[in-house]
């Protein structure tokens, strides 16, 4: 059973040789009268949060990794066999799930059944599963749009940030992105067909870029960095402006976070920011799945995932979030079936 193993807590900038791969042995069934289930994975999905998992966190939402352990993510993957009587052998499954070939999973109540299989099986890494809950979430129960208002989203080519302009598009609003590569822009005007975009390591000044996109201003914006885009974008919102705080991910390798200095516009335009986790929604997971499965049949989403081959390729993938190297959604395929 190989394994993508953290060496020790990650200070900084997390590098490739944070981790190491080793073989361990597995047994390739569940013990007698326990209620776990074994998996084959098969889709592992390479998240920004899990660079805080890699910390020594105290009080936080989620508990770090061990050192000496194999990390753990959200996956797809396949009962080979099971103590629950909801799970059968052969069943596929997605939720949290270890970097490794075969996992035992011991609450096995925390993962969803996957019903739908005409769509490929590495969409439940992200548009049919986490990544696309928070979008779903984050836009539509946050920030509540409305046809005709303005939407603003960083990070806009990635997991997330893709969905949530395709969203914002068929609700009719006006969407721009901005991302770090002259490629990720062209992805979002022509594939993704938001209305413009632009690369935010090519505007010296973003207050005034967001000024030529957004005259007006802002009436919605999703955040998914924060930091000195954050800063540029409290200038711009309009009065009862709305902020989705999804993720800061400019601030998760530095020791001292940066400051936000225009806070004060929240108080002067009456913005709302509000701060949210996926975890909270899942629930509403089936009224998603309602929602964004015609849309997905009938070609009204486009979908862009960058899939690394083998387990092997996993901690390359992983960090190469943190420098824009994934291109769209980053996925790591362990295994196909
Ligand atoms: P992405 O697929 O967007 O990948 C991360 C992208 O972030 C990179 O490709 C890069 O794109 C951009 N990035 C990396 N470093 C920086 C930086 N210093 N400044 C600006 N941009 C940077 O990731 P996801 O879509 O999975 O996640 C997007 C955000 O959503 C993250 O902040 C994440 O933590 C958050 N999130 C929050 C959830 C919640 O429940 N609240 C759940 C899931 C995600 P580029 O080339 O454009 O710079």
Redesign the pocket.
């Given at each position: 059973n190989k394994q993508v193993i953290l060496r020790d807590f990650v200070e900084g900038f997390p590098k490739e040789s944070d981790m190491y791969i080793a073989t361990g042995t597995v047994r390739l069934d569940v013990p007698e009268g326990s209620t776990a289930v074994l998996v084959k994975n098969l889709y592992l999905s390479c998240?920004?949060?899990m660079r805080n998992r890699m910390s020594n966190l105290v009080g936080s939402y989620i508990e770090s990794f061990k050192p000496g352990s194999p990390i753990s993510g959200y996956g797809v993957c396949k009962v080979i066999d099971s103590g629950h009587p909801k799970f059968k052998k052969g069943d596929l499954v997605w939720g949290m799930t270890g970097w490794e070939e075969y996992s035992l999973i011991t609450a096995p109540e925390t993962l969803f059944k996957i019903e739908h299989t005409d769509v490929p099986l590495s969409y439940y890494t992200g548009l049919l599963g986490?990544?696309g809950m928070?979008a779903y979430a984050g836009f539509f129960k946050v920030c509540f749009p409305k046809k005709g208002e303005t939407v603003f989203i960083?990070?806009a080519?990635?997991?997330?940030?893709q969905l949530v302009g395709q969203f914002a598009k068929l609700t009719g609003c006006y969407v721009i992105g901005s991302?770090?590569?002259k490629e990720?822009v062209d992805l979002l005007k022509n594939k993704f067909k938001f209305d413009d975009a632009f690369n935010?390591k090519e505007e010296p000044d973003l207050n005034a870029a967001l000024k030529r996109y957004f005259p007006d201003g802002i009436d919605i914006y999703f955040e998914?960095?924060g930091?000195k885009?954050l800063d540029a974008v409290l200038l711009n919102m309009k009065v009862h402006g709305r902020i989705a705080a999804?993720?800061?991910?400019?601030q998760y390798n530095l020791k001292q976070h940066e400051a936000v200095h225009n806070l004060i516009q929240i108080v002067v335009k009456q913005i709302r920011m509000e701060g949210?986790?996926?975890f909270g929604y899942y629930s509403q997971y089936p009224e998603y799945l309602e929602m964004v499965l015609p849309q997905i049949r009938e070609g009204k989403i486009a979908y862009v995932e960058d899939i690394s081959e083998g387990l092997e390729s996993g901690p390359a993938a992983l960090i190469g979030?943190?420098?824009?190297k994934?291109i769209g959604?980053?996925v790591v395929a362990v295994a196909r079936e």
């Amino acid at each position: 059973n190989k394994q993508v193993i953290l060496r020790d807590f990650v200070e900084g900038f997390p590098k490739e040789s944070d981790m190491y791969i080793a073989t361990g042995t597995v047994r390739l069934d569940v013990p007698e009268g326990s209620t776990a289930v074994l998996v084959k994975n098969l889709y592992l999905s390479c998240d920004p949060y899990m660079r805080n998992r890699m910390s020594n966190l105290v009080g936080s939402y989620i508990e770090s990794f061990k050192p000496g352990s194999p990390i753990s993510g959200y996956g797809v993957c396949k009962v080979i066999d099971s103590g629950h009587p909801k799970f059968k052998k052969g069943d596929l499954v997605w939720g949290m799930t270890g970097w490794e070939e075969y996992s035992l999973i011991t609450a096995p109540e925390t993962l969803f059944k996957i019903e739908h299989t005409d769509v490929p099986l590495s969409y439940y890494t992200g548009l049919l599963g986490m990544a696309g809950m928070t979008a779903y979430a984050g836009f539509f129960k946050v920030c509540f749009p409305k046809k005709g208002e303005t939407v603003f989203i960083s990070a806009a080519s990635g997991a997330v940030g893709q969905l949530v302009g395709q969203f914002a598009k068929l609700t009719g609003c006006y969407v721009i992105g901005s991302a770090g590569s002259k490629e990720k822009v062209d992805l979002l005007k022509n594939k993704f067909k938001f209305d413009d975009a632009f690369n935010y390591k090519e505007e010296p000044d973003l207050n005034a870029a967001l000024k030529r996109y957004f005259p007006d201003g802002i009436d919605i914006y999703f955040e998914n960095v924060g930091g000195k885009m954050l800063d540029a974008v409290l200038l711009n919102m309009k009065v009862h402006g709305r902020i989705a705080a999804c993720g800061m991910i400019s601030q998760y390798n530095l020791k001292q976070h940066e400051a936000v200095h225009n806070l004060i516009q929240i108080v002067v335009k009456q913005i709302r920011m509000e701060g949210f986790i996926v975890f909270g929604y899942y629930s509403q997971y089936p009224e998603y799945l309602e929602m964004v499965l015609p849309q997905i049949r009938e070609g009204k989403i486009a979908y862009v995932e960058d899939i690394s081959e083998g387990l092997e390729s996993g901690p390359a993938a992983l960090i190469g979030l943190f420098s824009g190297k994934n291109i769209g959604k980053q996925v790591v395929a362990v295994a196909r079936e």
